[in-house]
């Protein structure tokens, strides 16, 4: 059974950061490129980036490009998501997804970004 964790959600003000991690069992995890999205209540789905099986690679949307950092840790199966300088428009639930067929979601965490 493939499971996605995603943790490390929260209230944040404004030009703070978080660091979300997603934790990856029941696939071979360095096999598969890995994804973040976000959505925010009333809004589609957003990518937020993504990264290359052993981590070579990163992509990222323009808006988040600067900001937003994706790592991998092969060894703990695990992608994180680094943001920084957070604003409230960031504010929203966030997910990690297998860039695989079938593809698998977590649950995601909620990040609230607010004074």
């Known amino acids: 059974q493939v499971q996605l964790v995603e943790s490390g959600g929260g209230l944040v003000q404004p030009g703070g950061s978080l660091r979300l991690s997603c934790v990856v069992s029941?696939?071979?995890?360095?096999?598969?490129?890995m994804r973040w999205y976000r959505q925010a209540p009333g809004k589609e789905r957003e990518w937020v980036g993504s990264?290359?099986?052993?981590?070579?690679?990163?992509e990222y949307p323009d808006s988040m490009k600067g900001r937003f950092t994706i790592a991998r840790d092969n060894a703990r199966n695990t992608v994180y998501l680094q943001m920084n300088s957070l604003k409230p428009e960031d504010t929203a639930r966030y997910f990690c997804?297998?860039?695989?067929?079938?593809?698998?979601w977590g649950q995601g965490t909620q990040v609230t970004v607010s004074s």
């Open positions: 997804n297998t860039v695989s067929a079938p593809e698998y």
């Open positions: 029941g696939l071979s995890f360095r096999a598969y490129s």
């Open positions: 990264i290359s099986p052993f981590g070579a690679t990163a």
